[in-house]
């Protein structure tokens, strides 16, 4: 019986999963304001729905009552966070709330299914991070000197990578956290956000050859770090969000260019210079090669995501646990394997969704500073999860990096909950300034039809 519950909620959830995802994409076809919110509605059915068959499976294969305890924990947790956002915030992204709390409630779910105790740290965290957040688009909104500060997010972010370079502990050979009062950080994850305000502002004061040499400098000092402490993944993505910010700041190709021939010449230096990055060239291009050591992981992570199919094989009913670091780096192999190829898919496209909601609401802002930071918290979020996807299936080089919400990870979750809800200041500012204009445009065609009736 316990058997047949599984296989029938493991279609269930590949079902709820399918159709929310749908439903990201669907509302962008509709206007009506009422419309869309029946979107919303029906997407945090499919949340609920999906949340607690997962959950109803664990409890089912563990007999652990702290199970359904958690549960019902996390499932306040989530509708106070959508709540929330709807009363403190006319104008929210309803749809980025609700991705949001899609992938933390698949990033539960999997890590309850593989560590019980890093699940309940990883909500904790959570917890903590969204109370921090929840007040962020009120500042976005009301304080304006935070373009006046580029220096000092930079002094801040390289100081404190050069801290972790010094001082850190290593970690399959790169370093990149400390420990403090038993806490262990990743300032990376944070300077990265000071990073992109920090581009931001420079550009959006001078985009002259001088201010850009400037900029690159300070820019180029973050990725050398990074890369002596052979955190290579944050290297990469601090690298790739500079030069799209650039791009598109100056709209010269010539930086782009010489920005990509840069990083091929620098990426053919690290592998001759580190043994770590040879490591794992060596385990992408051949792992069978290699199995027994380098390879390990990728090899491991290829036959889970083989073994899962397009339907996976059911919570509990998978080896996930034989991926080395599988709660972090391979997580999304441990939910292809179990959850099947159809919800991995899924996943892949509710990512996708947000960060093309990201790059829309840069598009349409006004202000050229707000723009560049929401284009560049964006890039940071797409860039990282096609380094993860691509690193577990073999695509690219492992780098190490975590899937945004939903791998183990305090610091890589704190930070991405404040671009999101940084991200969110930017959309209702940009629907503010709609609703507003609309006034003014429904003000000026009152008067205008006075005056033709006199």
Not at 224 to 252: E, Q
Request: proline share 2%.
């Amino acid at each position: 019986m316990s058997s047949i519950f599984c296989e029938v909620s493991k279609y269930l959830m590949i079902i709820f999963f399918a159709l929310y995802t749908w439903e990201c994409f669907s509302v962008f076809k509709r206007k009506s304001k009422d419309r869309q919110n029946a979107i919303f509605r029906r997407q945090n059915l499919f949340l609920f729905l999906l949340h607690l068959d997962g959950y109803l499976v664990l409890f089912d294969q563990t007999d652990n009552p702290k199970i359904l305890i958690f549960y019902a924990v996390q499932a306040v947790f989530f509708l106070i966070v959508i709540s929330s956002y709807k009363l403190l915030y006319e104008h929210s992204a309803q749809l980025l709330v609700n991705n949001m709390c899609m992938l933390m409630a698949i990033g539960f779910l999997i890590l309850s299914r593989l560590s019980y105790e890093k699940a309940v740290k990883q909500f904790t965290i959570a917890v903590g991070s969204m109370i921090f957040a929840l007040g962020l688009p009120y500042l976005i909104q009301k304080v304006r000197f935070i373009r006046r500060l580029s220096w000092l997010y930079a002094g801040i972010g390289l100081l404190a990578l050069a801290v972790v370079a010094v001082l850190g502990a290593t970690s399959y050979g790169a370093k990149i956290s400390f420990t403090v009062a038993g806490i262990s950080i990743q300032p990376s994850e944070f300077v990265k956000i000071l990073f992109v305000f920090f581009v931001a502002g420079m550009l959006h004061q001078s985009r002259e050859f001088k201010q850009v040499v400037v900029t690159t400098a300070a820019a180029a000092a973050h990725v050398i770090i990074l890369v002596l402490s052979k955190d290579l993944g944050g290297a990469l993505i601090f690298f790739v969000v500079y030069l799209v910010m650039l791009y598109v700041a100056t709209g010269n190709p010539f930086y782009f260019i010489g920005g990509l021939a840069g990083g091929c010449a620098a990426s053919a230096a690290a592998y001759r210079l580190f043994a770590h990055v040879r490591v794992r060239v060596v385990a992408w291009r051949d792992p069978l090669s290699v199995i027994d050591k380098e390879g390990y992981q990728i090899c491991q992570s290829l036959f889970a995501i083989g073994t899962g199919g397009w339907f996976g094989v059911g919570l509990y009913q998978g080896m996930p646990e034989k991926i080395p670091k599988v709660e972090q780096d391979v997580v999304f192999s441990a939910i292809s394997e179990e959850l099947g190829g159809i919800f991995a898919i899924c996943l892949i496209v509710v990512c996708m969704s947000c960060f093309l909601m990201c790059l829309n609401i840069a598009m349409q802002l006004k202000d050229g500073f707000y723009k560049l930071v929401a284009l560049g918290l964006g890039t940071t979020y797409g860039f990282q999860v096609f380094l993860t996807v691509g690193g577990v299936i073999k695509f690219i080089p492992s780098t190490g990096v975590t899937l945004p919400f939903v791998s183990y990870g305090g610091s890589s979750l704190f930070s991405t909950i404040i671009i999101f809800a940084i991200i969110q200041g930017f959309y209702i500012l940009r629907e503010r300034e709609r609703s507003q204009n609309g006034q003014k445009t429904a003000k000026s065609d009152a008067k205008r039809e006075a005056h033709f009736r006199e």
